[in-house]
Each structure stands twice: as structure tokens, then as C-alpha cells.
């Protein structure tokens, strides 16, 4: 099983920046997608950018340009620098991890609140 603890979560204000931090209790599946997905009060989960071992990345066209997803693979942390916030970027945001070991496995963390707000 495999555990994803988040941080880095809060309250900004508009035009302002957060880092999000996620890292995993082990990693023995070389074949991985890491990323982050959020929720918003009454809205369905959506993804906001992925990245595989390999290196590459997927952002949501919502996202571009201004957040920056990013990975250190000897310490299983995935991060996620976020400028230049919308009130709109406010939801929980939920690390996902997915690696392959014969199937796919997904795992997710427990959610860290963002709140862009004067």
C-alpha cells in the first residue's frame, strides 16, 4: 500500500504563490505517473497537471503557464509551484500517484485545502 502525505496548502491572495508537496512511503514500481487534481465546492474532480518517471507532463489548459509540476524521484515527491493565483484555483487539491505492477494501481493523498482570496 502506498501512502501520499500533502502539504503546503493555505490561503493566498490573488496574484500570490503557493508550492504543493506530496511525497510517497515507497516506491518500488519504476513505471509511475505522479500529479495533482482538485475539487471545488459542488464540482466534479478535474485533473491540474501530471508527470510520469519518465519526465513528461500534462497540464489542464486552465493551469498553463502558471503552475509548474515537477518531481524528485529519489525522494518519491512530486511538487507543484503555483503563481500567479485565481480565486478560481480555490479547491482541495489531491495528489495521485498510479504505477504499473502487472495492472495499474492508483493511490490517492488526503487533500490539502487552497484558498486564493483578498
Known amino acids: 500500500q502506498v501512502q501520499l502525505v500533502e502539504s503546503g496548502g493555505g490561503l493566498v491572495q490573488p496574484g500570490g504563490s503557493l508550492r504543493l508537496s506530496c511525497a510517497a512511503s515507497?516506491?518500488?514500481?519504476?513505471?509511475?505517473?505522479m500529479g495533482w487534481y482538485r475539487q471545488a465546492p459542488g464540482k466534479e474532480r478535474e485533473l491540474v497537471a501530471t508527470i510520469t518517471n519518465g519526465g513528461s507532463i500534462n497540464y489542464a489548459d486552465s493551469v498553463k503557464g502558471r503552475f509548474t509540476i515537477s518531481r524528485d524521484n529519489a525522494k518519491n515527491t512530486v511538487y507543484l509551484q503555483m503563481n500567479s493565483l485565481k480565486p478560481e484555483d480555490t479547491a482541495v487539491y489531491y495528489c495521485?500517484?498510479?504505477?504499473?505492477?502487472?495492472?495499474?494501481?492508483?493511490?490517492w493523498g488526503q487533500g490539502t485545502q487552497v484558498t486564493v482570496s483578498s
Open positions: 495521485n500517484r498510479k504505477q504499473y505492477a502487472g495492472s495499474w494501481n492508483e493511490y
Open positions: 515507497r516506491s518500488i514500481f519504476s513505471i509511475n505517473v
